[in-house]
């Protein structure tokens, strides 16, 4: 999801703010009285046959699998939505499970639901004073040979425990058919709602909850801001609309004969083909009738999606639809008319954002990815990507490239959101620094986006509202949530690259990183290990002070001493670190005749001694007149007043 933080907290906002949350105790120092910033890190879980040290998934390594068939029927009049549901459950697991968790996540618009306590009824993830909730109408298991079994439920906050008739035994799969609905609400902490004639769904069906080796069943409620954390497996939906509309989904769209006319059939063959936009709906055949096979009644789209973690859709009678393709990925736009300008940029915004993904880091794995406009101010499900009209065409790639990245994060790679966001925010927002500067340098370049979110961590910190990075993102205050969950893990993820490990060996750890946990359900400590075991360092010290603490950061010129001996200025410097925090050291010195050298020194020169490092040089016919710390603000410093020593005149 798009944070809708983007620039630096002012002081005012922040004034308000309460006091940070603590971080998650997912480390531990090993060794008595090491409370060294460079001590070890044991990481949880520890390594073992399902993970190993090496940050890779173990020969041991197992995760259930959840195949679906979904339908859903909408009632644009009443606005209610009506599903059923039959879930094909495997149980890959070592233990027999005598019941299983599903995800009802309307029931957070319950009267008295912990987000109604959480967050506000009007701010961005409450429910803006609707009253809702899934209205569970039958839940069986299907029995071989024989007549379905009702199941005992019981719901807790926004899960659902089903009983098994019996346990599921490990290898083995149930069925369940599940039948609900539920009131759709306006504004679904903006993960779903309506505008006018046009809806949009997500986190919309009872999804059964991840069962793993690290927690067993994962049972955090949703809140709103805590987004999803799901099983993969092949999904079968079947939308029922109004055969005025026009529906967006996960999948591929697969009766194209019964809701498309054959001019729109002809076009998608063709942008299937194509690297520039093809217009499959346009706005004279919408206004004139002519973009709907038929009239009156409804009409079922069917789509099928494979290997996804989960599945959301669009629908509106009012929708344009734009097509290109990239590689044989079809990249696709819907919008009204009333967001032509910019949305008439936006399958092409999609296609690059598919190209620059595929290039750098892996390989985009799905046939389509579409695009959609409406009231969501940016939300990502597989395939599928929600974003509201924005003002001009780079606000509108912002939002539409950063939706699009997190089908490598979290959909590809598939972290656990609810309780590491920054594991997939935080590094979609990385990957989405590329993505921009290449298709809009004269917004910003690589560098210059990486300057900024420095500056933005930067102000947090001197304001005193930093906190950890490996916080969940329901125990942190919403203004917050931008600059810690998204920004704070980008910068860090490019301070690791450019200035501890150098670009190629992060590279290589990240795109490893990728390739082993793609379709799995990777912990921090196996991206930690990961990290460390492809780049060829440890680096307990920078996850410890970046993702476990909220260390600052303030380096100084400590002292400078100078002694001329015939043509050769022999200079003793002590460099001063003033917080806990450690990072390389930068230096440029500068000679009365113009020139400067620079010097680099590894964080890890700390080590010996975390707060005084000193160096000797001599310099040969030059005098020198100035020394400046992290001169190109490559770096996080709170104080930068201290970061110059300028000769006594």
């Known amino acids: 999801m798009r944070s809708s933080l983007r620039f630096l907290i002012g002081a005012a906002a922040l004034a308000g703010l309460a006091a940070p949350a603590a971080a998650q105790q ?19 879980p520890g390594p073992n046959a399902f993970r190993l040290g090496s940050g890779a998934p173990g020969p041991l390594y197992w995760q259930n699998r959840a195949d679906y068939v979904l339908t859903a029927t909408l009632d644009t009049t009443t606005r209610v939505l009506t599903g059923t549901e039959r879930l094909t459950y495997t149980n890959n697991s070592p233990t027999a499970l005598p019941y299983i968790w599903v995800q009802v996540e309307q029931d957070a ?10 967050y506000g009824p009007n701010t961005r993830f409450g429910a803006r004073g609707f009253q809702g909730g899934d209205v569970i ?3 069986e298991q299907v029995m071989p040979g024989r007549k379905s079994v009702p199941l005992a439920t019981r719901v807790s906050e926004t899960v659902m425990r089903i009983n098994l008739a019996e346990p599921l035994r490990p290898g083995q799969k149930v069925v369940l058919d599940i039948a609900w609905h539920f009131p759709i609400p306006e504004h679904g902490a903006d993960r779903m709602g309506y505008d006018g004639s046009l809806f949009e769904f997500g986190q919309w069906y009872p999804a059964v909850c991840v069962y793993d080796d690290v927690q067993g069943w994962n049972i955090e409620p949703y809140l709103g801001q805590g987004e999803f954390y799901r099983e993969y497996g092949d999904f079968s ?6 055969s005025g509309y026009i529906v967006a989904a996960t999948g591929t769209l697969q009766n194209p004969r019964e809701v498309l006319t054959p001019a729109e059939i002809g076009r998608l063959a063709r942008a299937a083909k194509s690297d520039t936009t093809v217009h499959i709906v346009t706005q004279a055949e919408l206004a004139s009738g002519a973009a709907r096979p038929r009239k009156g009644g409804t009409q079922v789209w069917r789509f099928e999606a494979k290997n996804v973690r989960d599945v959301a859709w669009a629908t509106s009678p009012e929708y344009l639809w734009d097509a290109s393709s990239w590689h044989g990925v079809l990249a696709q736009a819907y919008y009204r008319p009333s967001a032509v300008n910019p949305w008439s940029d936006a399958a092409d915004q999609a296609r690059m954002s598919i190209l620059e993904y595929s290039t750098r880091w892996f390989q985009y794995p799905y046939p389509q990815i579409t695009v959609a406009e409406g009231p969501i101010s940016g939300m990502e499900y597989p395939m599928l990507a929600m974003e509201a009209r924005s003002r001009d065409v780079y606000g509108l790639y912002n939002v539409i490239t950063h939706e699009i990245g997190h089908n490598w994060f979290p959909m590809i790679v598939g972290s656990n959101e ?3 966001f920054w594991q997939d925010e935080g590094f979609n927002t990385f990957i989405n620094t590329f993505s921009e500067a290449r298709r809009y340098p004269e917004q910003g370049t690589e560098a210059q986006r990486e ?4 500056q933005q961590v930067e102000g947090v910190m001197k304001a005193g509202y930093d906190t950890p990075i490996d916080v969940g993102p329901d125990r942190i205050n919403p203004f917050l949530l931008g600059v810690n969950q998204y920004v704070k893990t980008s910068m860090a993820l490019h301070l690791l690259r450019h200035e501890v490990l150098g670009d190629s060996a992060f590279d290589d750890g990240f795109r490893e990183y990728i390739h082993r946990w793609a379709y799995k359900h990777p912990t921090p400590a196996d991206f930690f290990r990961t990290m460390e075991d492809a780049g060829g360092r440890r680096l307990d010290w920078f996850w410890r002070e970046f993702f476990e603490t909220n260390d600052q950061f303030d380096q100084t010129i400590d ?11 022999q200079v003793v410097v002590a460099y001063g670190n ?3 925090g450690v990072l390389p050291i930068v230096a440029r010195f500068t000679f009365s005749d113009g020139t400067t050298q620079d010097v680099d020194y590894p964080a890890e020169s700390w080590y010996m001694n975390s707060v005084r490092f000193v160096r000797q040089y001599a310099f040969v016919g030059k005098q020198l007149v100035k020394i400046q710390l992290d001169p190109d603000n490559r770096l996080i410093d709170v104080n930068r007043t201290n970061n110059i020593w300028l000769a006594p005149q």
Do not use: C, W
């Open 26 to 44: 997912h480390f531990d120092t090993v060794g008595v009285g090491d409370t060294s910033i460079f001590a070890p890190l044991h990481l949880s």
């Open 109 to 118: 618009f319950r009267k008295g639901s912990l987000n109604s306590y959480v």
């Open 137 to 139: 109408d039958r839940v």
């Open 237 to 242: 939906l079947a939308v029922t609309v109004p």
């Open 418 to 420: 609810r309780m590491h």
């Open 451 to 454: 300057l900024e979110e420095r």
């Open 559 to 569: 002292t400078v001493t100078t002694k001329q001996v015939g043509d050769t200025e």
């Open 578 to 580: 003033l917080a806990r």
